[in-house]
């Protein structure tokens, strides 16, 4: 059994900025890929953020510049650093990682961003 387990959500002032961690544990070593998805009330599910190994990442457009993500892989975790904190970004954030063509999620952080 597989878990990813999120944390770091909470309440931010516009511009703050926020850390999400998403840690696995169960029975596995590595992701091949690890990201992060978003969906606020009323919108579909979105990608944010995708760590595909090798250093190489994807962002959404309207987050490029402002957020990070990053993995320890030793720690089979991943990292979503978020900049400039701006109302929009207000969703729930939901980690997911893939291996072996098997897809797992997180039970989703809230990122409420509001003055």
């Known amino acids: 059994q597989v878990q990813l387990v999120e944390s770091g959500g909470g309440l931010v002032q516009p511009g703050g900025s926020l850390r999400l961690s998403c840690a696995a544990s169960?029975?596995?070593?590595?992701?091949?890929?690890m990201g992060w998805y978003r969906q606020a009330p009323g919108k579909q599910r979105e990608l944010v953020a995708v760590?595909?190994?090798?250093?190489?990442?994807n962002y959404k457009d309207s987050v490029k510049g402002r957020f990070h993500i990053f993995r320890d892989n030793a720690k089979i975790t991943v990292y979503l650093q978020m900049s400039s904190l701006k109302s929009e970004d207000t969703a729930v954030y939901y980690c997911?990682?893939?291996?072996?063509?098997?897809?797992?999620w997180g039970q989703g952080t809230q990122v409420t961003v509001s003055s």
């Open positions: 997911y990682a893939t291996t072996w063509g098997a897809n797992y």
């Open positions: 169960g029975s596995i070593s590595s992701f091949d890929v």
């Open positions: 760590n595909l190994g090798g250093g190489r990442t």
